[in-house]
């Protein structure tokens, strides 16, 4: 008999962590909790988690995350989450998370394991480094499979990559918020592009192994790959046989869910602009699969009007986005 599964990710936006900044953590609570129930996901992909720091030295933990959880179904599900670069700890923000209903058989975090990051000696740096200097990723990504019974897996990645915004330079910025040069801006553009390009690039070779192991693998990368489809990073991600030139391909390639939506996709609203940057990508099995997507921007505000800086939020300037599949005992 078919196995019904809902599959949804969500950006939180910077949940907990910073007690002093508006508004209120109650207040944001009272304003996703509502959102994350009426998903009604078995799995679940969050980023922008924060942990807090527990103090005495000891390890940070999720207390922001398990209030907007109380109370839920949620509450009692499967939980892993990114961890440090020594793998003791959480991250301090940004945290990638997982809520499943089903087990989890296995999970990791993935960066820089399977692509090298690339060296690269800034031109607009000051000073100016004397050699080449890697240009890493910002952030981990999530991976985990679930066993959904009837010997089914399902492979889930969840994935947030660097905004497209100028990456850091030594002596680029005036402020915070002011770059010195055009040439410095550019710079750091292309690098932060490096960056994105090069996390898709690992998460992409990685999903390739799944398929190596399993040509009708059940996969789905979900998250904030802040990209629309028709982008760099996205088109890493799904090696649609458009790029490939290769119909023969079509078997490893990711398909964008929202594609099933009916409708013009968006899940961010930017300058008046709406785009679609928050995305569940699944192979061809899972996409046969799917029998409803859902995406929850009816309410979304607008995080820079008219070009001014990204503000904060009581919700989440993200849209949450929901897939729904129905997989059979067999193959979909």
């Keep these: 008999m078919p196995l019904p599964v809902r599959l949804a990710t969500f950006n939180l936006e910077n949940l907990g962590g910073r007690p002093r900044e508006a508004p209120a953590l109650a207040e944001r609570i009272r304003a996703l909790q509502p959102v994350l129930v009426g998903l009604r996901a078995d799995v679940l992909c969050l980023q922008e988690v924060n942990a807090e720091d527990s103090g005495h030295r000891g390890p940070r933990h999720f207390a922001a995350l398990d209030a907007l959880l109380a109370g839920t ?13 020594h793998g003791r700890g959480t991250l301090d923000i940004h945290n990638l998370i997982i809520l499943s209903r089903f087990p989890v058989l296995e999970s990791r975090q993935i960066r820089q394991d399977l692509v090298s990051p690339p060296l690269y000696r ?7 480094p004397a050699a080449p200097e890697a240009v890493g990723w910002d ?24 905004a497209p915004l100028a990456a850091f330079l030594p002596g680029g910025k005036e402020d915070p918020l002011t ?18 390009a090069g996390q898709a690039l690992e998460v992409r070779l990685f999903v390739d192994r799944l398929f190596d192991a399993d040509p009708d693998a059940l996969i789905a990368v979900a998250g904030d790959l802040n990209a629309s489809a028709h982008e760099v990073p996205t088109r890493i991600l799904c090696g649609d046989p458009s790029d490939t030139g290769n119909a023969n391909l079509v078997g490893r390639s990711l398909a964008p869910a929202e594609a099933l939506s009916g409708e013009a996709p968006y899940s961010v609203i930017h300058g008046g602009r709406r785009v ?20 929850e921007n009816a309410a979304l505000q607008d995080e820079a ?21 129905f997989i059979p005992d067999g193959r979909p």
């Design 73 to 85: 179904p949620y509450r009692t599900y499967d939980r892993i989450w990114t961890r440090d670069r």
């Design 122 to 128: 800034p031109v607009t740096a000051q000073p100016r």
């Design 139 to 162: 952030r981990p990504a999530l991976y985990a499979a679930l066993d959904l019974g009837a010997g089914r897996r399902l492979h889930v990645l969840n994935l947030h990559l660097k």
């Design 179 to 196: 770059w010195r040069t055009v040439r410095g801006w550019a710079e750091g553009f292309f690098l932060a592009s490096v960056k994105r």
């Design 276 to 295: 679609m940057l928050d995305h569940i990508l699944v192979s061809r099995p899972l996409l046969r699969a799917c029998r409803a997507v859902r995406i």
């Design 305 to 325: 009007p008219s070009g001014a800086p990204a503000r904060p939020t009581v919700g989440s300037h993200h849209a949450a986005v929901a897939a729904e599949f």
